[in-house]
């Protein structure tokens, strides 16, 4: 009995050493950084940076990668342009998802749509900081030395069918996401990571307008 306790003991540690991130060490209390998340928010208006999305297919070797650029303004408004390898256009405006390629553009009510929902929830909820009091997801915060990494694992059987988890790497030096990590049941995965971030520029409302 005693080898089998054992043993289990040994696995259960050996899983929870896998659970964690390279670099990262998990934060027994967090509300430190919950406090000081939520704070830097409050201050920041308006976000644009440069991205790069790195899609990950289970059933390619290859990434996908895609390269734009970034608007975010308060409180529900967010802009994506990819430009390389192709156009496209997603704009989030309070409810509303528009979409623009090549061939066609789109507008649709993102409370009509699940996956549109929950992108434009996602979206929002990391650039505003709020993404920790979102009651969809249980969360968990990993400290590094240049970042913390927030781990949202979702609760609702509608999540979890499109979600394992997300993860959210948060910069130190300013708690705004460089990274967006979205893993999905399947075993794909996307990472959005952001680049020479501007914070509180002027940033014009039409830059968000849906015709």
Known sequence: MCKRICIVLVLLY????????????????????????????????????????????????????SKGKFWFRKESLVRMEYNQPFKYLMILNNGKVYIKDA?????????SNKLFRQINNIMIDCMKGSALSNPDFVSR????AQSYLVELTPTSK????????????????????????MYEPGGDNTIIHFNNKQLNATIPETLFAIH
């Open 14 to 65: 050996a899983f929870s050493v896998k659970a964690q991130y390279a670099g990262y060490t998990l934060l027994a209390n967090s509300t430190t950084f919950k406090d000081q998340f939520s704070a830097a928010s409050q201050k920041i208006n308006t976000i644009q940076s440069d991205f790069t999305q790195e899609k990950n297919l289970s059933m390619l070797s290859e990434k996908i990668l």
């Open 103 to 111: 061939q066609k553009e789109n507008t649709v009510a993102a409370s």
């Open 141 to 144: 915060i990993f400290e590094g």
């Open 158 to 181: 509608n999540l979890k069918d499109f979600f394992q988890h997300i993860n959210i790497v948060v910069d130190k030096k300013d708690f705004t996401a460089t990274n967006i990590e």
